[in-house]
Every structure is written in structure tokens, then in C-alpha cells.
């Protein structure tokens, strides 16, 4: 029977052997029905993306390899999947590896399967654990370049970073959140989905410096350790607010602020400031509501974009030097939207 793509294209973008490609797509007994919905799910993909970008000529294949929760990560997704059509002169291909929480076996297991059996590239956002920083060192010693989304690993272990400069981003939301909370008795909370995302602890302590020279009154708390879920999240900020008492501003750095917002609400505490990063749907309805006072926004266009091209230009697919500097971000309030 015929198919669109080559069975070795299909294997490639499933992740699976050729043979057990062969089995499934020949209706062969003794394949499990998950391994049948792999194959499926990859030829979807991949007459998707054919169809979105019109593709044609030499392509490049790179993973997308995130920890993050669902709203983030389908954001991210979205945003490559658009910019998929301008990308000249090569067609881009991807194959999404997205899961809310990654175990360091787990996430070192996928990396090496990539290594042995080949990517144009990888973009990777994960904790800067010691594993898996060697697994992208391994990758990249084995011609498979790295670049980091969001979120940074050492220089050793990737090609290039990108997105915003992270500092600054916090430095940006303390110094805005000051003089709100001027005349008020109130301390800060900054929730994090993890402190091990080198990304998330540069914006807490850009934030920290900046508060600390523009407020140096106010305390400052840390949550850690919620991945961006809402429960586990959600259970983290009740705990601190039965310990702190004064804590009624919120610089939320890894999202979950429903969650947030919840714990408040059943400590019948108010949030008189509450900056959050990205302007995803939640957010967008939390700015609508007034339930967040600002959001701190940077282009995921324009990052999956820059991604790309690095990739494009490190197989000398693009004529001119990529620049790479930290994204542009912006500030966003239920008056501007």
C-alpha cells in the first residue's frame, strides 16, 4: 500500500525502528496499540507540517525537547508551528518531545536516543541538572547542536541561548512593583516552578537586587519545586502564607497563578500587586479580570524563529552570521490590552 512518506521518514519522526514502522503500517500482529498511535500521531505531524509550510527541497529535521506545563509548551508549539512557512531557504521539520515534569533518567534516556539515531538539532528547555547538562555536552560533541529555549545550560553544553535576558526581566517587575506597593505593609512572594531552571532563578534574583535597592524595607520569600502545576503549586503558597503573615504581593515566575490566586483567596488575603511572565490565555484572562496588575511578555515568534535560523546557519543553510541577542520583552496591563 502506498503511503506519502517514506517509511524511513515516518520512523525517523516516531522515534521508532523501521521494522516496527513496517509492522504497523502493514497491519502485522504483535504491535502494541500505543506503538500503533505513535506512528499515526507522526504521520499526522508530518502531513501537517508538509502542508503547512509547502515543503520542498532539502529539509531539516530538529527535536523540541521542553519541561513545562501544557499552556506554555502548546504556546511554544504554536508559535514554531507558525513561522514554519518563512523559513527559507531550507523547510523545517520538528518533532515535539513536551512533557510537564521530566525525570533526569527519563530526559537523559530521550537525549541519548536522539544522539544514536541523529537530529539536525535540538532546542531544549530543561533544569541545569549535572545530567542533563552532560547529555547536551554529548550531543553537541556529537555534531548535533544544542540551543537553549527560555532557559539556560553552560556555554560548554549548547550552541547558542534564546530568549529574554532574565535578569533584567526581574529587575524590570521589582522595579515597576516598588512604588505600588508604596504606603502599604506588605511583603513579596516569588513562586517558581523550579529553582534548578537556570532561567527562572536569574529573573528571582534580578528581582531580589532590584527590590532590594529600590524597597530595601520589604522581605522577600521564595517557592520552589511546583513544575508550574496547579495543585503542588497550590499547596506551596498556602504553606508560606501560614508562616508569613505579611506577604501580599506576588512575583509569580513559573505560572500556575490560578493556583496562586486560590491560595490567597482561601486565606482571605489580598494580592494588592501581582506580576506574572507571558501573555498565554490564562494570563490574558487573569489581565481582563485585574486579578494580575502586569505581565512581563517576550515574542515566542520571534524565539522559535531565531531557533531555526541558528539551526539553518550552523548547516550553512543561510548565507549571512545570525545575530543572537536576548529578546525583546514587553509590559503588558489590563489598560493596554
Not at 490565555?281 to 524565539?303: E, G, M, P, S
Not at 548547516?315 to 525583546?328: A, N, Q
Amino acid at each position: 500500500m502506498p503511503y506519502r512518506f517514506p517509511m524511513k521518514e515516518v520512523a525517523f519522526q516516531a522515534g521508532l525502528s523501521l521494522a516496527t514502522v513496517d509492522r504497523v503500517l502493514n497491519d502485522r500482529p504483535g504491535v502494541r496499540a500505543s506503538t500503533r498511535a505513535r506512528v499515526q500521531s507522526a504521520i499526522a505531524e508530518l502531513e501537517r507540517q508538509y502542508d503547512t509550510a509547502s515543503l520542498a527541497g532539502k529539509r531539516l529535521s530538529l527535536d523540541v525537547v521542553m519541561e513545562a506545563p501544557v499552556r506554555f509548551a502548546t504556546a511554544v508549539r504554536r508559535a514554531f508551528e507558525t513561522e514554519l512557512p518563512s523559513l527559507r531557504p531550507a523547510n523545517v521539520t520538528l518533532r515535539f518531545h513536551l512533557q510537564e515534569r521530566w525525570s533526569d533518567t527519563d530526559l537523559t534516556r530521550l537525549l541519548t536516543r536522539i544522539k544514536q539515531r541523529g537530529s539536525h538539532g535540538v532546542v531544549l528547555k530543561a533544569r541545569a541538572t549535572p545530567a542533563v547538562v552532560a547529555a547536551a555536552n554529548r550531543l553537541m560533541e556529537n555534531a548535533i547542536p544544542v540551543a537553549t529555549f527560555v532557559t539556560d545550560l553552560p556555554m560548554h553544553a549548547r550552541l547558542a541561548y534564546i530568549g529574554i535576558d532574565n535578569r533584567k526581566a526581574g529587575a524590570t517587575a521589582a522595579g515597576l512593583m516598588a512604588p505600588m506597593l508604596h504606603g502599604r505593609q506588605s511583603d513579596v512572594l516569588i513562586t517558581l516552578s523550579s529553582a534548578r531552571f537556570a532561567g527562572e532563578d536569574d529573573r528571582a534574583h534580578g528581582f531580589e537586587a532590584e527590590l532590594k535597592r529600590a524597597a530595601p524595607e520589604r522581605k522577600i520569600f521564595r517557592v520552589a519545586e511546583g513544575m508550574g502545576l496547579d495543585l503542588t503549586t497550590q499547596n506551596l503558597v498556602e504553606r508560606i502564607l501560614d508562616k508569613q503573615p505579611s506577604l501580599s504581593a506576588v512575583y509569580s515566575v513559573g505560572g500556575a497563578n490560578h493556583a496562586v490566586i486560590r491560595a490567597f483567596t482561601g486565606a482571605k488575603r489580598p494580592i494588592f500587586v501581582f506580576a506574572a511572565h507571558d501573555m498565554d490565555r490564562t494570563n490574558k484572562a487573569l489581565l481582563v479580570k485585574r486579578q494580575l496588575t502586569f505581565v512581563i511578555d517576550h515574542d515566542l515568534r520571534q524565539d522559535a524563529r531565531t531557533a531555526c535560523q541558528i539551526m539553518l546557519h550552523h548547516h550553512r543553510m543561510l548565507p549571512s552570521e545570525i545575530e543572537v541577542g536576548p529578546s525583546r520583552f514587553t509590559v503588558v496591563t489590563p489598560q493596554s490590552l
